[in-house]
């Protein structure tokens, strides 16, 4: 490097100060989004929360609750792609808006059941599974609304404020959905659900303007009198086959999923109840501290918007998740605690500065579509890390598994670092 190069680069670095910005949060359409998505998650706290307890109250056991939670979560994986591809062709706007009213009647259903009489498991696990449904449309549709509502230099802040809501309603969510279902029932807890779905769906109805529209009309280049003629625009499979920046997103996604999911679903809880002998609130604890450093993440990247190369820092945040996940069954439970909060905050920082960088890299009619396969790639390998995080623990025991998803996430980390079309921009 040459010492302009240096000198320009310093001079970025020393113009760059990390910021916060709630400006955002003035635009109305963005801030009626924030607004929806903030009682969305907080609802499925409520969901989550209440079903065991309406699954055992109906003469379940652990086989049923495990065969709805996997039904539920192959039928959110089955229509993401499907999200995306109604985003681009109607508008995130309105598939966003069928995923709410649909999960409201599905819900509402659930509490209608359980109000009337004791349905049967299977009833409950088709309305269950109908949930999941909706929730596999939401998640690319929302993605690829905010660029539309939101100016490019106030993305990665919205991005982050959004990160920073979700994991603070999963917070608070899941304490005040059990004193529901303690105090009252299961069904009054899926009450809870089915209306915050409605306050969602009200808040998306009131968002105005471009984040109404329909499909964003695709780029093409218009041959004049002539001119050669218009080139046809770029379709999603072409768009995969020469996006280099798409191609090592999808894989870096799917190598770093590939045991985060049987970590914290089986790792965790048997290191906090074999290996810390912490029991059932230790694992909360846990949970509470990553969730705590997810949150820290969201508000310190959305203060990152100025920042130059996000690419290579996202790498790097990365690679700083692998090491503290390796380091958790070695630190004690204190150690655990704060490692735990360390990959929260990595995690974070991480997944809002890609996702910025491939919504501003993605022309707009292809974005619920990109998106979604980037929300497929994340959740597809869930299943098989949990069947093998299940068959480690059983064989080598808990700090294999931690080991094992350490040394993947640096892996994937370290090979999206490698890659030029992600570390330099």
């Not at 990390?18 to 635009?27: I, W």
């Not at 999941?132 to 991005?159: D, S, V, W």
């Not at 009450?191 to 779905?197: E, I, L």
């Not at 329909?214 to 004049?224: D, H, I, N, R, W």
Request: charged share 10%; hydrophobic share 55%.
């Amino acid at each position: 490097m040459g010492e302009g190069a240096v000198a320009t680069a310093t001079t970025t670095a020393g113009r760059f100060r990390p910021q916060l910005s709630f400006a955002p949060l003035r635009v109305r359409g963005y801030r009626l989004l924030f607004a929806a998505e903030l009682v969305s998650v907080f609802g499925d706290a409520f969901h989550a929360v209440a079903l065991p307890f309406l699954v055992y109250q109906l003469g379940g056991g652990a086989r049923e609750l495990g065969l709805l939670v996997a039904g539920y979560g192959l039928c959110r994986l089955a229509t993401t792609p499907l999200g995306g591809i109604l985003s681009d062709r109607i508008g995130p706007w309105r598939v966003m808006l069928i995923s709410d009213l649909s999960r409201v009647v599905l819900t509402a259903a659930i509490v209608a059941a359980a109000v009337a009489g004791d349905p049967s498991v299977p009833v409950v696990a088709v309305l269950v599974a109908g949930t999941g449904l909706g929730a596999g449309l939401f998640q690319p549709a929302a993605y690829a609304i905010t660029p539309r509502l939101l100016p490019t230099e106030q993305l990665q802040a919205g991005n982050g404020l959004h990160t920073t809501a979700t994991f603070a309603a999963g917070m608070i969510g899941p304490g005040v959905a059990g004193l529901v279902v303690a105090a009252l029932s299961p069904a009054v807890a899926f009450g809870v659900d089915a209306v915050t779905f409605a306050v969602s769906a009200a808040c998306l109805a009131m968002i105005g303007g471009v984040g109404r529209a329909s499909a964003m009309p695709p780029k093409a280049t218009s041959g004049g009198d002539g001119a050669a003629p218009a080139e046809a625009p770029i379709g999603f499979w072409r768009l995969l086959r020469e996006s280099a920046l798409l191609r090592t997103v999808l894989v870096v996604t799917a190598a770093a999923n590939l045991t985060v999911g049987g970590m914290v679903r089986i790792g965790l809880p048997s290191l906090s109840n074999d290996d810390f002998a912490a029991g059932a609130g230790g694992l909360g604890g846990l949970l509470a501290a990553f969730t705590a450093g997810s949150l820290v993440g969201g508000l310190f990247s959305a203060g990152l918007a100025g920042l130059p190369r996000r690419g290579a820092t996202a790498m790097l945040s990365g690679m700083v998740l692998g090491v503290a996940i390796a380091l958790v069954p070695f630190a004690g439970y204190l150690g655990a605690v704060l490692a735990l909060v360390v990959a929260g905050l990595a995690s974070t920082v991480t997944n809002v500065l890609v996702i910025t960088i491939v919504q501003q890299s993605t022309a707009p009619h292809l974005l619920g579509r990109v998106m979604s396969a980037i929300v497929f790639a994340a959740l597809s390998l869930f299943p098989l890390s949990t069947i093998a995080a299940g068959l480690v623990v059983d064989v080598y025991g808990s700090t294999a598994v931690f080991l094992a998803t350490g040394a993947t996430l640096l892996a994937a980390f370290v090979y999206g670092l490698t890659r030029r079309e992600l570390r330099q921009r």
